[in-house]
């Protein structure tokens, strides 16, 4: 998140942090799949968690 957060800043850009969902493990898929590199993508929560916050920055900076 750090380069992409400088590179938001520099261009003023909106920024939605979500680096920190990695920290919550019910964000993750895990269970849902074999590969265990699968499994600590987001999954359902994490994708709604995601998209929540990118809707709230929209939402924050007047895009929405």
Do not use: Q, W
């Not at 850009?13 to 265990?36: C, Q, R, V």
């Amino acid at each position: 998140d750090s380069a992409i957060e400088e590179y938001a800043k520099e261009n003023n850009y909106p920024f939605a942090p979500l680096s920190d969902l990695s920290d919550d493990k019910s964000t993750m898929a895990l269970g849902l799949f074999e590969h265990e590199g699968v499994a600590h993508h987001p999954g359902d929560k994490g994708m709604k968690a995601i998209a929540d916050r990118i809707i709230a920055c929209m939402k924050e900076n007047g895009i929405i």
